[in-house]
């Protein structure tokens, strides 16, 4: 049977404030363990938590990018539950009352627009990390804390179940993540836990209103893992389904390593939070001139970005999306073309050879060893013709290994294109008189022979000959 | 008069006039806990060695000509629940037996900026859970009026420290009675501030929206001195208050003329010791003699304070108390897994009484019983308070009872929890308020202290002091001293 996939995700993402939500240890990623952390992190008796004013800033920013409404009063709230990471075993979170509620975000997936409507986002704390003795949790006869994350501040950005497949899940993160990266409030690392999925997924017979059961996939940890995971979990329910089974309301983790969801708890084993209101805080009261200066004041955005990008530089919607899909690579790619770069161009090297690099070495573009001024200082070197396009592609070769500028290199190996006429007719004439039977062969109408020809020139040369140049005399010749 | 029966306020002038020094004071102080602890059993911890050094400093600033602060050299004790860096913090609770805070609760650190002198930590019920300091995790308290009774709770060590000799001035905590009722007990003054008065940071939480630190003193000269020192705004308490502090020595002014007094009826309930009542009546008699205009009201939500009170303690403290689970830090009682380590840590460590408040607690906010319990409580918790906002309208301060009854023996009702909850009934609606209050004494039963209870507006210490004060100069309660059976 065909089911109508429904899916709805949690976000959970990182603030990049430089202290924690609730004290002032610092939330430097990487530090040794246990040494960002203070009595009111660790949760010792008689400590009380004091709201980083920063990460209400960075919650109404998001709330506002992601077009919520930001209640002008909302609490903190106590989620109470056992795990030896949180040292006081309750998060403080937010409950009842958020920071914002109903927004949404439109994503375009297959060349359609589609909106996915955002229910709330709240701020709570991380919790610590655990570090076991074993391998796995079942092989380690202990465990060590490591409260370095506790207290890191959080958004939790829950959707609605609009979400009809996992390319639109992707699609939607990725805006989501493209956003918060815009608005500077977060790294948004997947790889080090700073963006975070969680996915509820259910299906339903196509034109059914109500929903089916769902089951709540964690773990999911890359973008890859996020498509994957909801793709494996489709097909499990399918199968179910079509078996005339009932799917079980769980929790289910994904094992990125052998591809597949496997059931974490029940429903009935869920956890009773037993939330209550954080009585340590005082309520937060938004004063809405207050959310209209931060709206003022936001960043532009992925979407205005990228049609400026459009209407500025004539770039199709497919380049300036993908460009303006990563803050990091539209601000390299306006720095480039501030830097008298031709944008069209940039966009193509953007997209061709850095994009190849990067991906090839896994770093982001953040970490490309080609600075934007160096890059545009190589398309100078194209454009002024003092190499050629192909010669261009070895010089950033080089430039990415040895950092030097464009320039450099070209001297340094002698790459300066021949646009000398006399010297390039002279290796012409040699050509032509080594290869009798080619040049035969061209009389005699293969016109596929003045490739070969043109391609003995360009060895002679190492390729620094001018083409235009070579074909206008060789032809001149035969 | 030995040294350790004088208040602070006299004690100071005895300082500064150098006819005594802090080390001779602290000695003699020190000298009645070695006498008398061993029959009242006040103090979990006791630090002579710093107290010492710290009153010679206070002498070498004196013996320099600087100028010392009212509290400079004179000897309390705070209740083990208050953060003291470097110096066990118990709650009187063997989960937290061997605990050494790294950090000072705000109220120490004022206390050491004014050059006090800190003699130990005093006993209380376990996690401030209690009202006859009984449910100590180590050793009962005894009254020093009567060792066969209670000495109140849970601030029972503080209270009994104070009354005894073995302290001139002490802090303790009040989340549903537990400075005013011992005090009351003890014959000494107890005062509850307004919630968010005085900083939190550094009390162990019992239950947060109810938790506030006060002075327990043998007059309200020195409660008010002590709260000059501890009362403020911080930083560090987000639910503190941040306006200014007035001087509150200066409402120890013996006039209470056109002062409003109401009493509440039905503070008078079913169990009220005959005694008490008549005491209470003579007060309010005096304070109308003195010039007061008396109104009986009515603060019709009173009797379901206290179970609106069982439940929102409970809760928060059911949350407030899982961080004690031989993780980090405190008892840990090892186990198979995690689970069974937190299970056999919290069942081995934790007394009866908390127990049962955390299963309490834990049950009102599940889910399915939160609205029929929790909610249900905060909403009575709004009533109570509506019903203060009306009787603010209409008088200045409240006048009631602070106990039903006096104190009562030691184990009478350590079986009946529910007799046990009832000594709070006056106190507790004062807390769900968040309203100020003192309890001062106002007569003796059987040769017991009763404590009467003066309740004011938000922020209106000034005005319980006043007229506490008015009542005590013209009284003689305060000046009895507990004999210990001494003849």
Same mark, same amino acid.
């Given at each position: 049977m065909d089911y109508e996939i429904v899916i709805g995700l949690e976000i959970h993402t990182e603030l990049k404030t430089n202290s924690k939500i609730f004290c002032g240890c610092s939330t430097k990623f990487g530090s040794e363990q246990n040494t960002n952390v203070c009595p009111v992190c660790l949760g010792l008796p008689g400590v009380l938590p004091v709201i980083n004013e920063k990460v209400v800033e960075f919650a109404i920013k998001a709330g506002v990018a992601l077009n919520c409404e930001i209640l002008p009063f909302s609490k903190f709230d106590r989620k109470n539950y056992y795990y030896p990471d949180l040292p006081k075993n309750f998060q403080t979170s937010q409950y009842d009352l958020p920071i914002a509620v109903n927004g949404h975000l439109d994503?375009?997936?297959?060349?359609?627009?589609?909106?996915?409507?955002?229910?709330?986002?709240?701020?709570?704390?991380?919790?610590?990390?655990?570090?076991?003795?074993?391998?796995?949790?079942?092989?380690?006869?202990? !465990?060590?804390?490591?409260?370095?994350?506790?207290?890191?501040?959080?958004?939790?950005?829950v959707s609605e179940p609009d979400i009809r497949s996992a390319e639109e899940a992707r699609a939607y993160l990725e805006k989501v993540k493209a956003i918060l990266e815009y608005l500077d409030v977060s790294d948004c690392k997947m790889e080090e836990g700073s963006l975070r999925c969680d996915a509820n997924i259910s299906l339903r017979p196509h034109g059914q209103a109500a929903l089916g059961t769902k089951a709540e996939i964690k773990n999911l940890n890359s973008f890859r893992s996020v498509q994957r995971g909801i793709?494996?979990?489709?097909?499990?329910?399918?199968?179910?389904l079509d078996d005339g089974g009932r799917v079980i309301q769980e929790t289910r983790t994904w094992d990125e390593n052998k591809g597949i969801t496997a059931s974490m708890?029940?429903?009935?084993?869920?956890?009773?939070?037993?939330?209550?209101?954080?009585?340590?805080?005082?309520?937060?009261?938004?004063?809405?001139?207050?959310?209209?200066?931060?709206?003022?004041?936001?960043?532009?955005?992925?979407? !205005?970005?990228?049609?400026?990008?459009?209407?500025?530089?004539?770039?199709?919607?497919?380049? !300036?999306?993908?460009?303006?899909?990563?803050?990091?690579?539209?601000?390299?790619?306006?720095?480039?073309?501030?830097?008298?770069?031709?944008?069209?161009?940039?966009?193509?090297?953007?997209?061709?050879?850095?994009?190849?690099?990067?991906n090839s070495e896994g770093i982001t573009i953040l970490d490309c060893p080609v600075s934007p001024k160096q890059l545009t200082e190589l398309l100078a070197l194209i454009e002024k013709g003092t190499i050629s396009n192909k010669i261009a592609k070895t010089v950033f070769e080089e430039m990415w290994t040895s950092r030097k500028d464009a320039e450099v290199i070209v001297k340094e190996k002698g790459l300066v294109q021949i646009s000398d006429s006399s010297e390039i007719v002279a290796i012409v004439e040699s050509v032509i008189a080594a290869n009798p039977q080619s040049v035969a062969d061209f009389k005699a109408g293969k016109d596929k022979a003045i490739g070969f020809l043109v391609g003995q020139i360009m060895k002679q040369t190492k390729g620094r000959a001018n083409p235009d140049m070579v074909n206008t005399l060789l032809r001149e010749r035969l | 008069?030995?040294?350790?029966?004088?208040?602070?306020?006299?004690?100071?002038?005895?300082?500064?006039?150098?006819?005594?020094?802090?080390?001779?004071?602290?000695?003699?102080?020190?000298?009645?806990?070695?006498?008398?602890?061993?029959?009242?059993?006040?103090?979990?911890?006791?630090?002579?060695?710093?107290?010492?050094?710290?009153?010679?400093?206070?002498?070498?600033?004196?013996?320099?000509?600087?100028?010392?602060?009212?509290?400079?050299?004179?000897?309390?004790?705070?209740?083990?629940?208050?953060?003291?860096?470097?110096?066990?913090?118990?709650?009187?609770?063997?989960?937290?037996?061997?605990?050494?805070?790294?950090?000072?609760?705000?109220?120490?650190?004022?206390?050491?900026?004014?050059?006090?002198?800190?003699?130990?930590?005093?006993?209380?019920?376990?996690?401030?859970?209690?009202?006859?300091?009984?449910?100590?995790?180590?050793?009962?308290?005894?009254?020093? #009026?009567?060792?066969?009774?209670?000495?109140?709770?849970?601030?029972?060590?503080?209270?009994?420290?104070?009354?005894?000799?073995?302290?001139? #001035?002490?802090?303790?905590?009040?989340?549903?009675?537990?400075?005013?009722?011992?005090?009351?007990?003890?014959?000494?003054?107890?005062?509850?501030?307004?919630?968010?008065?005085?900083?939190?940071?550094?009390?162990?939480?019992?239950?947060?929206?109810?938790?506030?630190?006060?002075?327990?003193?043998?007059?309200?000269?020195?409660?008010?001195?002590?709260?000059?020192?501890?009362?403020?705004?911080?930083?560090?308490?987000?639910?503190?208050?941040?306006t200014g502090v007035p001087d509150y020595t200066k409402s120890l002014v013996n006039n209470i003329k056109g002062l409003k007094i109401g009493l509440p009826k039905e503070y008078f309930v079913a169990g009220m010791d005959a005694e008490v009542e008549r005491a209470i009546n003579k007060a309010i008699e005096q304070l109308v003699a003195l010039g007061a205009e008396y109104k009986e009201i009515s603060m019709p939500h009173t009797e379901y304070a206290l179970s609106a009170y069982y439940m929102i303690a409970p809760a928060e403290a059911s949350s407030n108390l899982a961080r004690y689970d031989g993780v980090s830090f405190g008892h840990r009682v090892e186990g198979n897994d995690i689970i069974e380590m937190y299970k056999?840590?919290?069942?081995?460590?934790?007394?009866?009484?908390?127990?049962?408040?955390?299963?309490?607690?834990?049950?009102a906010l599940s889910s399915g019983y939160y609205d029929a319990y929790y909610l249900k409580a905060l909403k009575v918790r709004t009533l109570v308070k509506q019903d203060f906002d009306k009787a603010f309208e209409q008088v200045d301060v409240l006048i009631t009872p602070t106990a039903p009854t006096t104190?009562?023996?030691?184990?009478?009702?350590?079986?009946?929890?529910?007799?046990?909850?009832?000594?709070?009934?006056?106190?507790?609606?004062?807390?769900?308020?968040?309203?100020?209050?003192?309890?001062?004494?106002?007569?003796?039963?059987?040769?017991?202290?009763?404590?009467?209870?003066?309740?004011?507006?938000?922020?209106?210490?000034?005005?319980?002091i006043r007229a506490a004060y008015t009542f005590e100069q013209n009284n003689d309660y305060h000046k009895g001293f507990a004999t210990l059976g001494e003849v």
């Open positions: 994503i375009e997936v297959n060349g359609e627009t589609k909106r996915i409507n955002i229910t709330r986002i709240h701020m709570e704390e991380d919790a610590g990390k655990l570090v076991h003795s074993g391998a796995t949790i079942s092989s380690s006869d202990s !465990a060590l804390v490591d409260y370095n994350r506790t207290g890191v501040p959080l958004l939790e950005i793709e494996y979990e489709v097909i499990r329910q399918e199968e179910i708890r029940s429903k009935e084993q869920a956890h009773d939070y037993r939330y209550l209101p954080e009585p340590d805080l005082v309520p937060i009261v938004v004063d809405p001139a207050r959310v209209a200066e931060i709206r003022a004041n936001l960043p532009e955005l992925p979407d !205005a970005r990228r049609q400026r990008l459009m209407n500025d530089y004539g770039l199709s919607e497919y380049d !300036a999306g993908i460009i303006t899909s990563s803050k990091a690579v539209a601000d390299y790619f306006d720095q480039s073309v501030q830097n008298n770069g031709d944008a069209k161009v940039v966009a193509n090297w953007l997209m061709g050879e850095v994009s190849k690099h990067l | 008069m030995e040294l350790f029966k004088h208040t602070a306020s006299q004690l100071h002038e005895k300082l500064v006039a150098k006819e005594i020094s802090a080390v001779e004071l602290t000695k003699a102080v020190l000298g009645r806990i070695d006498a008398v602890d061993k029959d009242v059993q006040a103090y979990i911890t006791r630090t002579s060695e710093t107290a010492l050094a710290q009153a010679q400093a206070v002498d070498s600033k004196i013996q320099r000509g600087e100028k010392v602060s009212v509290l400079a050299g004179i000897p309390g004790a705070l209740k083990d629940n208050i953060c003291t860096k470097g110096i066990k913090t118990t709650c009187a609770s063997k989960i937290l037996a061997t605990f050494v805070p790294p950090y000072d609760a705000t109220v120490a650190e004022k206390l050491a900026a004014e050059d006090a002198v800190i003699l130990g930590k005093a006993n209380m019920d376990e996690f401030a859970m209690g009202g006859s300091t009984e449910n100590s995790g180590f050793f009962p308290t005894h009254n020093p #009026w009567n060792l066969e009774t209670v000495p109140g709770g849970s601030s029972g060590g503080s209270a009994a420290a104070v009354a005894a000799g073995e302290a001139i #001035w002490a802090l303790g905590s009040d989340t549903g009675g537990s400075i005013r009722q011992p005090a009351a007990y003890c014959g000494v003054v107890g005062l509850k501030p307004t919630y968010g008065r005085v900083s939190r940071y550094g009390l162990v939480a019992y239950a947060s929206s109810l938790d506030q630190i006060g002075p327990i003193t043998r007059d309200v000269t020195d409660s008010a001195h002590v709260m000059n020192i501890i009362s403020g705004y911080d930083a560090k308490d987000s639910t503190s208050i941040n056999k840590t919290r069942s081995e460590a934790f007394g009866a009484e908390v127990k049962r408040r955390i299963m309490l607690g834990t049950y104190a009562f023996k030691l184990g009478e009702k350590t079986n009946d929890p529910l007799a046990m909850y009832l000594q709070d009934v006056c106190t507790i609606p004062v807390n769900l308020s968040g309203v100020p209050a003192i309890s001062i004494p106002c007569g003796f039963a059987a040769g017991m202290p009763i404590g009467m209870q003066i309740i004011g507006k938000p922020l209106g210490e000034e005005t319980i």
